[in-house]
């Protein structure tokens, strides 16, 4: 298992976490003076949760309790089909207004849990700001671009005869080499970093085999 794995949550059981937390702030916030509510609003924001989903309804009942207005499963479920993110099979927004309050306790270990990903350094990449698959995207799509700049250069010399065209263009396509290999070194890592070493050198060989052939 890769230590970007290990430090995740259980997915199902954060879900379940955040949802208690959730349908307590839900079922208490058209109330007055519960303690309950207040502790919800007062000790977390929206980035303390893992889930889009239970990011965006959270940040959504915060906005309208701070409007003053209402907080229905209408509502929510309206912004939800703004906002356009994907929903997991077994969240409805329905279930948040009704069922038992969360305990204290409850409140606890999502407070408890949130402090611990802030001191490991794991909170950033739940929020999405150091998403590994971003990074990946990232540099197939520079890889890609660097790749077509070279072959145009080198199509270019070769219909001109310009061997500086031609030498950059294979110089570029050997780099887009590179950075592929750390795209597929990154992606192939999350599952098995054996092959992703394996992956990540055989494609850096080959950019340097492209790159020493103009040199």
Known sequence: MSTEAARRPDLGGQLLLETSVLRTLC??????GSELKYRILDDLVAENFYFPVTRTVFAAVSDLHRNGDQVVAQSLQDMLKVSAIDIPDDFYVEDLFRGELASLATLTELERHVR????????????GEQDPFAWVIGLFIAALVVFLVGWT???IGGATGDETLEDA???LIGISLFIL???VS???????PGWAIVA?????GLGIGVISSVI
């Open 186 to 192: 990154v992606l192939v890592g999350m599952f098995d």
């Open 181 to 183: 290999g750390a795209a």
């Open 116 to 127: 611990k990903l802030e001191c490991s350094g794991s909170l950033d990449t739940y929020s």
């Open 169 to 171: 263009g294979l110089v």
């Open 153 to 155: 250069l080198g199509m």
């Open 200 to 204: 990540g050198v055989g494609l850096t």
């Open 27 to 32: 079922l208490t916030v058209n109330s007055d």
